[in-house]
């Protein structure tokens, strides 16, 4: 009875978290229902007999059966012990039987969206797929139902109290069901984010057993924190009860969605690949984009001559009515794509309107629209890893040479944002830099975090006002002519940004809160502008230059400068090279990246 009340499978539907954080093992699950023995949720010993002595009952009108409520736990015991259970009506797990009882557990990826905290690296969901011929996969794709893993948050929570108690505690979580349907308007209509389905090549016993499971979970709460019980660790456990590796390590002090994607990707079973295969499903706004560069140069010119404003329609437009009827009603997809693509990120008045006229036009043209192409997206476990180890040569003017490591657990930066996450955007979290110089070593900087979403639009279409940004809280050199005159600050900037070709310039204003030990003024306004251009897919450059001034004189006010260049050597190496400089010195640096 010990050995199999340590089965992993057991400890996986008890939710007994794999090498814990907790000296006493204990079940994420909160609720006292979830278990038969009144210290289940400390005990799998106790827990185990409890169930089975549940399970052994007749079953007692009125009441539940133990085998209606964990028809999980019922299907592995007899499968462990060759014990069959008394019968019982169990119209509820009838019902979710005959719903989803051949449905493919699947998993979901939603990519990373910077306007809420907790979606910054991204949200997974697990999907029930069901069968589906070819004709109808597409509509049976919208209805299959999706598990969502996410905390109780009260609506009256302001930002403070929401990330305090994301971060030390004080929300439960639960897993809700919903249509895929209502997913895919929320994450790839409303925030614009990518979603990519992971199927699973599971075997059908270990299916059937991982279904049930589900059942049994629905609706219990759980503990919930923002960067370790998260839905990419809680996940990770319920997929455990089937995949015998540790999908996300117990002791890591985050576990990104992303991680769990990657671990899936490697996975094994029984000596075959975990990941069946792989789809992706575009936002809107990638849409938008593939099907503007999928026009003719001279198509695109005649849907920006037909929307050249935001609040000006003209169809009449010559270069739009010299197309052929086909051409026209492939530029009006467009831009009936582009005007939904708005109605989603902003609010206009004269969006309905000029919706409603390209509705009408497209009307009256030969209907069938041209399907989208399939585009070669690289999936989001083959990108680029997020953690990065640099290691730079670096000459600087006034205090000489020395080796520069730099350590970034997360996320991506400005140079090496790719199709897989945020276009424009940058996320990087405890990002170091050390120097080693004559026999010393000496902090650089550390960014806790530093976050910029440049918000370019991807078509030069009419477009609604939007606001590039950047965040960042940092220990900092406050000059480079020294070693020894860190500073902590704050840095907010807000501004715009505007595509031109492959170059995107743009211009940040706001100001910095700082400590005052080797700098004048605690508060100083700042503006920041810089260009970024993509000359290709592996080469990116970064221009950018910032000047601070605490409205204290001179001792208050400093420049600096900064171009950085990255050639993408592959999936996990680049190149990186840099000039930068201030008021008072200047410096220069190479180095190799290695990404994990």
Known sequence: MNALAGDPQWLSMLHFDRDGLFDQPRSAVLDNDFFFAPDGRHSPQRELRATLNALRQPPVEGKTHARCRFP????????????????????????WQQRHGQTAPT???????????????????????????????????????????????????????????????????RYSRAPFYRNTTLYSEREMRDLWQY???????????????????????????????????????????????DLTPGHAPWVAPEALIRAVGKAHMDGTPLLADVRHEPSRRLKTQWRYHDLTHNEQQAA???????????????????????????????????????????????????????????????????????????????????GL?????????ELGNAARLTLRPLQYDLLDSNASRMPDAALEMARTELDFHEGSVRLRRFDLFHITNLHARSVPLPDLPGTAWHASGSVYRARLSCDNCLEGGVTLLAGKSSRLGRHLPFALFGGQLRTTR???????PAVQLGLLSNWSTHQRTLMKI??????KGKAGQTTRWEAQYRWRLGKTLDLRAGVEGDDQAHEIRVGFSTYW
Request: proline residues 6%.
């Open 72 to 95: 999980a736990r019922a299907l592995w015991l007899t499968r462990k012990l060759g014990e069959q259970w008394p019968e019982a009506s169990c119209p509820e797990w009838e019902a």
């Open 107 to 173: 998993l979901i990826f939603a990519s990373g969206y910077l306007g809420n905290p907790a979606s910054f690296f991204g949200h997974l969901m697990l999907h029930l797929e069901q069968k589906a011929s070819p004709q109808d996969a597409a509509f049976s794709y919208l209805m299959d139902t999706s598990l969502n893993f996410g905390a109780d948050v009260p609506e009256n929570d302001g930002l403070a109290t929401y990330m305090a108690k994301g971060l030390l505690g004080g929300y439960r979580a």
């Open 199 to 245: 199927r699973l090549a599971l075997s059908e016993p270990d299916r059937e057993l991982l279904v049930a499971h589900l059942y049994e979970i629905m609706g219990h709460d759980y503990e919930y924190l923002f960067l370790t019980q998260n839905c990419a660790s809680r996940i990770a456990r319920t997929l455990e009860l089937v995949v015998d590796e």
């Open 304 to 386: 920006q001559a037909v929307w050249p404003l935001i609040n000006t329609l003209a169809l009449h437009a010559p270069r739009f009515q010299r197309l052929k009827e086909k051409r026209q009603s492939a530029v009006l997809d467009t831009l009936l794509g582009h005007a939904a693509f708005l109605k989603q990120t902003g609010e206009a008045a004269e969006l309905a309107g000029i919706e409603r006229q390209l509705l009408q036009a497209r009307l009256e043209l030969p209907a069938g629209a041209a399907a989208l192409p399939e585009r070669d997206i690289q999936p989001i476990h083959e990108s680029t890893p997020p």
């Open 389 to 397: 180890v640099r290691i730079s040569g670096v000459h600087n003017s």
């Open 518 to 524: 080797h700098q004048t003024g605690p508060l100083a």
């Open 546 to 551: 910032t000047r601070t001034d605490a409205l």
